[in-house]
C-alpha cells in the first residue's frame, strides 16, 4: 500500500539554525499538509498546500516557517530559525480529493525535532 | 472557532470488556475522522463518517456519528490487548481541509 514517507526520523538542532524537514507524499494525492504533535498534547494543523501554494495556515505558522514543493515529488518545511517550543513531532499528511468521497489524510511517520 | 473534545482522556479495561470513547465538536462539520497512534509512531485511519446517523465497523471498533448532537462514539466490543493506543477523532469545518484533533483517549487494555 502506498505510503508517506518523512526524513529524516529524527533530527536534532541547535537553537536558532534553520531546519528542513522533507516529505514524500502518496504519488496521486493533491493535497498536502503538515501538522505537529507536542510530547503528550494533541495534533496541531499547521498549514495546507494545493496547487503550488498555501491554501491555508494556522497561527503556528508564522514567517519563520515556510513550505515547498521543489519537484514532483518531494514537499518540505522549513523552519528559519528554530526556537525552543519548536520541539515537536512534525507529521506531514496528503489526501488525494479535497471533498468528494471523505477521503481520510493519510499520515506520514513524522520527523522527531529536538531543538538544543 | 472549532472545538473538538474527548472523554475520557485516559481508559483503562480489562479484556473482554466493552466501552465508548466519546467526541464532542462545537461547530457544525461534514466529516469526521478517527484515527489510532501507537506510542511513538504516525496515525493510522480507522474511520471516516460523512453524514449523520453514519456507522461503520471494522473488527471490534464501532464508530457513529450524530452531526445534530454534534457527537460521534467510538465503541470497543470484547476489547483485547492488540487495542492498547492512542485514538483520536477530527473533524474538518465547513470550507476548509485542515483537522481539528481532539485531545485523545489513551486506551489500556490489561489483561
Known amino acids: 500500500e502506498p505510503e508517506v514517507t518523512q526524513t529524516p526520523s529524527h533530527q536534532v538542532t541547535q537553537m536558532g539554525q534553520e531546519v528542513i524537514l522533507r516529505c514524500v507524499p502518496i504519488?496521486?494525492?493533491?493535497?498536502f499538509y503538515w501538522y505537529r504533535q507536542i510530547l503528550g498534547q494533541k495534533v496541531e494543523f499547521l498549514v495546507s498546500f494545493y496547487n503550488n501554494e498555501i491554501s491555508e495556515k494556522s497561527e503556528i505558522f508564522d514567517d519563520q516557517f515556510s513550505v515547498e514543493r521543489p519537484d514532483g515529488s518531494n514537499f518540505t518545511l522549513k523552519i528559519r530559525s528554530t526556537k525552543l517550543e519548536d520541539s515537536a513531532m512534525y507529521f506531514c499528511a496528503s489526501s488525494e480529493h479535497r471533498r468528494w468521497g471523505g477521503q481520510p489524510q493519510h499520515f506520514g511517520d513524522g520527523t522527531r525535532l529536538s531543538i538544543l | 472557532e472549532l472545538k473538538v473534545e474527548q472523554n475520557p482522556l485516559f481508559l483503562s479495561m480489562q479484556e473482554g470488556k466493552n466501552y465508548t470513547i466519546y467526541c464532542n465538536y462545537s461547530?457544525?462539520?461534514?466529516?469526521l475522522y478517527w484515527y489510532r497512534q501507537d506510542p511513538g509512531k504516525s496515525l493510522e485511519s480507522l474511520f471516516v463518517l460523512l453524514s449523520n446517523g453514519a456507522v461503520k465497523q471494522e473488527g471490534r471498533l464501532m464508530a457513529s456519528l450524530d452531526t445534530k448532537a454534534r457527537l460521534s462514539t467510538l465503541h470497543i466490543t470484547a476489547a483485547v490487548h492488540d487495542l492498547s493506543a492512542t485514538y483520536f477523532c477530527a473533524v474538518v469545518n465547513f470550507g476548509n481541509e485542515k483537522l481539528t484533533f481532539g485531545t485523545g483517549t489513551r486506551l489500556t487494555i490489561i489483561p
Open positions: 504519488s496521486n494525492h493533491l493535497y
Open positions: 461547530t457544525t462539520s461534514d466529516r
